[in-house]
Every structure is written in structure tokens, then in C-alpha cells.
């Protein structure tokens, strides 16, 4: 066997740790929220308080920014950004939705009875398709919309102190 053949996987794996490193010394904003400039998909929803009745959010139910949280009960990540979902609530009132991605209505009641109801009104994604459209990657995500329907903040992870300011800022306008 030759020597470069030799070498060769240790190079591979020096330039992969490398990249993995890149990737980590990357500050949290670059990878967990990001500007975001296309339209909000025009998925129409039956609501968890009346299915009979629906929400879209392209454009949103009224004529200033929203949020949009993707949540579920089974996801405990969503259960510890709960705190700045109802804090953002509380600053923005009329401005904060949700969309209960994937789980059983009476769960998500249960989630809701158990940690109070922030939103202004939740959407039920039950086939998982509209989180799709929207571009999700994991529960939880955060979507802010703008007055004519474009998305132009997406938070990737649960909220925080920092995630919640960005949040705030855009839903400000």
C-alpha cells in the first residue's frame, strides 16, 4: 500500500472535523434564526377551539405582524419555550398564534389546560403538511408574517431571552 493511500481517511477525517468546528464557532443567530423574504404558504386550518371554523395566515388575520408558533405536547422543548411564547403574548396582544403541529387535539388541550393558552387562536396541523409548507425543521419553530403575508423572521429551536427580543422586534414592525 502506498503511503497517500495510508494518509488518505486521516486527511478526510481532519478536514470534517474542521467543517464540524466552522460550524460550531458560528454565533446562535446565524444558525437558529434567520431573515427570512418568501410568502407564508395559504394553508387553511381548522381551528382547535371550533374545526368548523378555519385561519389561514397568508395573509395574517389582521392587518399587523404575527407570530406564528409550531408546537406540540409531545415536544418538551415547546413545553420550555412556553414562558416567552406567553411573555410575547402579554407585549403583543391580538399578534400571537399558534399551530399545534402533529398531535391529538385532546393532548394539546391537555398541554394548553395545564400551561394556560397564549394565543390569540391555534390552527391544527394534524397531517404535519402545513409545518412542512412553512419550512420546518423541529418543533418548536417561530415564524413572524408580515401585514401582506411574507415571512420575515423564522426562529428554529425554542424561544429564549435573545430569540424572544428578535420576536418582539419584528412583530413591532
Given at each position: 500500500?502506498?503511503?497517500w493511500?495510508?494518509?488518505?481517511?486521516?486527511a478526510?477525517?481532519?478536514?470534517?472535523?474542521?467543517?464540524?468546528?466552522?460550524?460550531?464557532?458560528?454565533?446562535?443567530?446565524?444558525s437558529?434564526?434567520?431573515k427570512?423574504?418568501?410568502?407564508?404558504p395559504?394553508?387553511?386550518?381548522?381551528?382547535?377551539?371550533?374545526e368548523s371554523q378555519?385561519?389561514?395566515?397568508a395573509?395574517?388575520?389582521?392587518?399587523?405582524?404575527v407570530?406564528v408558533?409550531?408546537?406540540?405536547?409531545?415536544?418538551?422543548?415547546c413545553r420550555?419555550e412556553?414562558?416567552?411564547?406567553t411573555?410575547?403574548?402579554?407585549s403583543?396582544?391580538g399578534?400571537v398564534?399558534?399551530?399545534?403541529?402533529?398531535d391529538?387535539?385532546?393532548?394539546?388541550l391537555?398541554?394548553l389546560?395545564?400551561?394556560?393558552?397564549p394565543?390569540?387562536?391555534?390552527?391544527?396541523?394534524?397531517?404535519?403538511?402545513?409545518?412542512l409548507e412553512?419550512?420546518?425543521?423541529?418543533e418548536?419553530?417561530?415564524?413572524v408574517?408580515?401585514?401582506?403575508?411574507k415571512?420575515?423572521?423564522h426562529?428554529?429551536?425554542?424561544?429564549d431571552?435573545?430569540?424572544?427580543?428578535?420576536?418582539?422586534?419584528?412583530?413591532?414592525?
Amino acid at each position: 500500500m502506498k503511503r497517500w493511500q495510508a494518509i488518505l481517511p486521516l486527511a478526510a477525517l481532519v478536514g470534517l472535523g474542521t467543517l464540524g468546528a466552522i460550524q460550531l464557532m458560528r454565533p446562535a443567530e446565524d444558525s437558529f434564526t434567520a431573515k427570512a423574504d418568501r410568502i407564508a404558504p395559504a394553508t387553511v386550518f381548522p381551528l382547535l377551539s371550533d374545526e368548523s371554523q378555519t385561519i389561514s395566515f397568508a395573509p395574517p388575520p389582521v392587518d399587523k405582524p404575527v407570530m406564528v408558533n409550531l408546537f406540540a405536547s409531545w415536544c418538551a422543548p415547546c413545553r420550555a419555550e412556553h414562558p416567552d411564547v406567553t411573555a410575547l403574548a402579554e407585549s403583543h396582544p391580538g399578534q400571537v398564534y399558534g399551530l399545534a403541529y402533529k398531535d391529538r387535539t385532546e393532548d394539546t388541550l391537555g398541554f394548553l389546560g395545564e400551561l394556560g393558552n397564549p394565543c390569540e387562536k391555534i390552527g391544527v396541523d394534524a397531517s404535519g403538511q402545513g409545518g412542512l409548507e412553512f419550512g420546518l425543521t423541529g418543533e418548536p419553530e417561530t415564524y413572524v408574517i408580515s401585514p401582506d403575508g411574507k415571512i420575515i423572521l423564522h426562529v428554529r429551536g425554542p424561544l429564549d431571552a435573545e430569540r424572544r427580543k428578535q420576536v418582539s422586534e419584528a412583530l413591532e414592525g
